[in-house]
């Protein structure tokens, strides 16, 4: 029995490295103009009401977000499709979400003002520095990330953990602690 072959977008998801010239990237770069029209549109929004930020913000993400999210434009996103958010989740001002390799954020989730979840990185081989490597972020229930906070590929922050404003996060965060720095560490235990 023959196997279809992946697409590109769970090739990607995946955690393979993927080349700009790979016959597939044109479909990749169709949903990253999408995000940059989207972007711009809720980034110019008069922010009347949350229904109309969220209205786009769907768009952008290909679904429904639930009436309890609430997101304070500007908004940056170099793909949109692969961020799920889920109730009462709150993101402030100035974020970037670099989604290609997947961002969960579940019920209850904090984030700060200019927080970075960058999930797409390079391969070090300088023979392929110009391709893409993606691994997932995802930030538990009750999760909450301070200012100015970058967080990495591959990370997960644990159920009610707190980010420190400022902190590089570039290991998994275990649930119930408090991390800060650069690259972060655990400061206390909740």
Avoid at 71 to 79: A, G, R
Avoid at 109 to 120: A, E, Q, S
Wanted: include cysteine; charge should be neutral.
């Amino acid at each position: 029995m023959e196997t279809q072959p992946r697409t590109i977008f769970a090739r990607e998801l995946a955690g393979e490295v993927i080349s700009l010239d790979d016959p597939d990237y044109p479909q990749i770069y169709a949903i990253i103009r999408k995000a940059i029209r989207t972007t711009s549109e809720l980034n110019a929004m008069v922010v009347d009401d949350n229904e109309q930020v969220n209205r786009v913000f769907s768009q952008l993400i290909n679904q429904p977000v639930d009436a309890t999210f609430f997101l304070i434009p500007p908004f940056y996103t170099d793909f949109g499709h692969n961020i799920r958010i889920g109730k009462n989740v709150f993101v402030n001002h100035a974020c970037t979400f670099m989604d290609r390799g997947g961002i969960t954020l579940e019920d209850n989730v904090l984030v700060g003002p200019k927080v970075n979840l960058i999930t797409t990185n390079h391969p070090t081989d300088p023979t392929q520095r110009r391709s893409t490597i993606s691994s997932p972020i995802v930030l538990k229930r009750g999760a909450w990330i301070g200012a100015n906070v970058t967080i990495m590929p591959g990370v997960t922050v644990g159920e009610n953990a707190i980010v420190g404003a400022g902190a590089v996060v570039t290991k998994d965060v275990a649930a119930n602690t408090i991390v800060a720095g650069v690259p972060a560490r655990v400061v206390k235990h909740l």
